[in-house]
């Protein structure tokens, strides 16, 4: 069976029969019984505006099957005249194809397995719970077991089944040297506290794939040269993280962190040169803001509309 990853509240609103299309900038010709694998990733505003707790939704799992009846194209006629069906609460992004979905139905339990970009293959014998799902077998050399003041940052190639990759950015969370910031860095980890217990390991804070990475490539080849790294380091292979400089690696977080959701790749442009001259004192106090429990979500919309005027 065919499957397609979706982000959570969206693919629970279409296992409860509430959104019965789904929005893509891209079509198949496929149709038929679809599994519904919901993603990592989770927008807690949508949560919030269709009263579901963010908690409460299973992510990284196939959760369901729907019925793919049809695909088509939207104009901005069509998009405001099925907003009821789509749920998007943004305005009419261009030509955009509505996935017309029917006939939901929830799995006995849902069944952990990572997602993949575009269309995957799950085997029926996964759906009907005959074999056991699949099982990630990649694992991360560290180059060490303990933080580096000086480079408190880690990039991780994760690879995909794909035949590429994802970045995924670490930090231990440690207090940094207050030569630039006065002394103010707030660890992403700790939730605007200083800590000083020793931590044991470093805490994923942004992951980026697909189109977004490739159109902010250039940024992560010069934030590896800023760390003492050669472009051909970066391969699907490559297994030990790349340890970065504290501003090199905010700086790279803050771009992860605000081009992820986009799909406008003028947008993704914007935000990465204007981070490329703000101000050190600026990058840290954003880096604080987008990483912190409290403020995160509206503090990396507030910074897309400064930097690309989302």
Known sequence: MKALSIRQPWAELILQGRKTIELRTWQVSYRGRLAIHASQTIEEEACAAYGLAPASLVRGAL????????????????????????????????????????????????????????????????IAGQEPPFRATYTVERDTTSPDPERPFELRVVPNDSNGYSLALYQWPVTASPALTGGIFLAASSGGQRSNSQPTKPECLVSLAGDPLRAVADHVLEALRKSGYKATDLSRERRRPFRLDEETGLRLALLFLTVKPLTRMDRVEAISGALRTMPSEEAYYWFSKCTAAATAINAQRALRILLAGE
């Open 63 to 126: 959760v369901g099957t729907v019925n793919l009846v049809d695909i088509s194209v939207l104009d901005e006629a069509s998009w405001e005249a099925l907003r009821n069906h789509h749920l998007a609460q943004h305005a009419f992004p261009g030509p955009t194809f509505g996935w017309q979905l029917a006939d939901p139905q929830r799995l006995p339990r849902p069944i952990p397995m990572p997602g993949r970009m575009g269309l995957f293959n799950v085997p029926d014998a996964v």
